[in-house]
Structure formats: structure tokens, C-alpha cells
């Protein structure tokens, strides 16, 4: 069974910069990619950021040149390194895993953004 367990979540002032890790463990033989996901209250779960397990990187146009998304192959670790966070980035984000068959997600960690 694989689990993906997020941290580093918190509140930060507009403008500040947090990074988030996402930790894969249990059988994984093989994967298309990880990403980061966020959903605000009220609104629907959408894309922050993905990688391929290739290195190809893709981000939402809201987070382009903001965020930056890295990986650890052999670890199955993911991060996400935010910079310049303003209010609009206040969500849970939530870290997937994609493989053959399936798509595994993580349980969220809060980030709220705030004066």
C-alpha cells in the first residue's frame, strides 16, 4: 500500500516564501509523475504544479515563476518551493503520485497566507 504524507504547511505573510515535501512510501515499482494540488474554501480542487518522472515540469499559470516544483526519484519525494505568496494561494494543497492503474493522494496540509 502506498502513502504520501505531506508537511510543512503554515501561515505565512504575504510575500513570504514556504516550501512543502510530499513523502511517498509503501510498494512502488513504478510511476508516471507527482504533483501538487491545492483547494480554497469554496472552490474546486485544481493543479498547482506536476513532474513527470522524466523531470518535465508543468504549473499552473497562477504559480508560474512563483513556484517551483522538484523531485528525489530514488527517495519518492516531491517539493514545492513557494515564493511571493499572496492571499490567493491560501488552500489545502495536496501532493498525488500517478501510476499504472492508479492515483494515490496525500491528506493535505494548510497553507494560509496572511497579514
Known amino acids: 500500500q502506498v502513502q504520501l504524507v505531506e508537511s510543512g504547511g503554515g501561515l505565512v505573510q504575504p510575500g513570504g516564501s514556504l516550501r512543502l515535501s510530499c513523502a511517498a512510501s509503501?510498494?512502488?515499482?513504478?510511476?508516471?509523475?507527482m504533483g501538487w494540488y491545492r483547494q480554497a474554501p469554496g472552490k474546486q480542487r485544481e493543479l498547482v504544479a506536476t513532474i513527470s518522472k522524466h523531470g518535465t515540469t508543468n504549473y499552473a499559470d497562477s504559480v508560474k515563476g512563483r513556484f517551483t516544483i522538484s523531485r528525489d526519484g530514488p527517495k519518492n519525494l516531491v517539493y514545492l518551493q513557494m515564493n511571493s505568496l499572496n492571499l490567493e494561494d491560501t488552500a489545502v494543497y495536496y501532493c498525488?503520485?500517478?501510476?499504472?492503474?492508479?492515483?494515490?493522494w496525500g491528506q493535505g496540509t494548510q497553507i494560509t497566507v496572511s497579514s
Open positions: 498525488n503520485l500517478v501510476r499504472p492503474g492508479s492515483t494515490i
Open positions: 509503501g510498494s512502488i515499482f513504478s510511476i508516471y509523475g
